[in-house]
T-cell receptor
C-alpha cells in the first residue's frame, strides 16, 4: 500500500529562523513528489514538484530535496516569516500505465511566532 | 492570475439529502479533480475527470457520488443521499495536462446534520 509519512507533526519556530520538514514515502512506481502549503480553511497551493532525476529544487525561500534511493524528501524554509504559518503537505504520485494515484501525507503544521 | 473557484463556501444539509457542490476550473485546463479532507485528517483523492468522463476514482467514490461537467465552465460533485460521515471540506482542482500541477480551489465545507 502506498504511504507518505511526514515529520514532525507540528513545529513551532521564531520568525527569521530556518526549519526543515521531512517526508518519507513508500510509493511505487514513483512519478513525482510535490510539496504543498495549505493555509487553514484553504486549498493546498503547490510549492515545488520534483521528478525522479531531480535532487533539489528551490522556489524563493523554499528548497526541496529528493533522495529517490532512500525515498526521502525534505522541505527547507529559510528566514521564516509569520505568513509561513500553515500546514505543509508532501504528495507523491504513482504512475502505472494510464493510472495515476496521488498519496497525501498528513502534513506538518508549522507555526511561526514573532 | 486565474484561479479555481468553488461555491458555496459552506453547505449545511440534513442526512439523506442530496447536495451539489460546484466548481469553476481554470479556463484552459482539461483535467478536473475532487478531493475531500475530513477535519483533522489528510486530503483524500475522490475522482478525476477528463474528456467528459471519469478517468480515475478512489474507493471512497461510491455510487452515492457522481460528477458532471454540465456546461463549458462548471464541474460539479453530487452526493445523492448524504451521510454524517460525508461532513468534510471538499476541494476541486484542475490541471492543464494529466501530469501538470493541480491548482486547488478554496474548498466547500459540507456539514451533514
Amino acid at each position: 500500500k502506498n504511504q507518505v509519512e511526514q515529520s514532525p507533526q507540528s513545529l513551532i519556530i521564531l520568525e527569521g529562523k530556518n526549519c526543515t520538514l521531512q517526508c518519507n514515502y513508500t510509493v511505487s512506481p514513483f512519478s513525482n513528489l510535490r510539496w504543498y502549503k495549505q493555509d487553514t480553511g484553504r486549498g493546498p497551493v503547490s510549492l515545488t514538484i520534483m521528478t525522479f532525476s531531480e535532487n533539489t529544487k528551490s522556489n524563493g525561500r523554499y528548497t526541496a530535496t529528493l533522495d529517490a534511493d532512500t525515498k526521502q524528501s525534505s522541505l527547507h524554509i529559510t528566514a521564516s516569516q509569520l505568513s509561513d504559518s500553515a500546514s505543509y503537505i508532501c504528495v507523491v504520485t504513482a504512475l502505472s500505465g494510464s493510472a495515476r494515484q496521488l498519496t497525501f501525507g498528513s502534513g506538518t503544521q508549522l507555526t511561526v511566532l514573532p | 492570475e486565474p484561479e479555481v473557484t468553488q461555491t458555496p463556501s459552506h453547505q449545511v444539509t440534513q442526512m439523506g439529502q442530496e447536495v451539489i457542490l460546484r466548481c469553476v476550473p481554470i479556463s484552459n485546463h482539461l483535467y478536473f479533480y475532487w478531493y475531500r479532507q475530513i477535519l483533522g485528517q489528510k486530503v483524500e483523492f475522490l475522482v478525476s475527470f477528463y474528456n467528459n468522463e471519469i478517468s480515475e476514482k478512489s474507493e471512497i467514490f461510491d455510487d452515492q457520488f457522481s460528477v458532471e461537467r454540465p456546461d463549458g465552465s462548471n464541474f460539479t460533485l453530487k452526493i445523492r443521499s448524504t451521510k454524517l460521515e460525508d461532513s468534510a471540506m471538499y476541494f476541486c482542482a484542475s490541471s492543464a495536462t494529466r501530469t501538470d500541477t493541480q491548482y486547488f480551489g478554496p474548498g466547500t465545507r459540507l456539514t451533514v446534520l
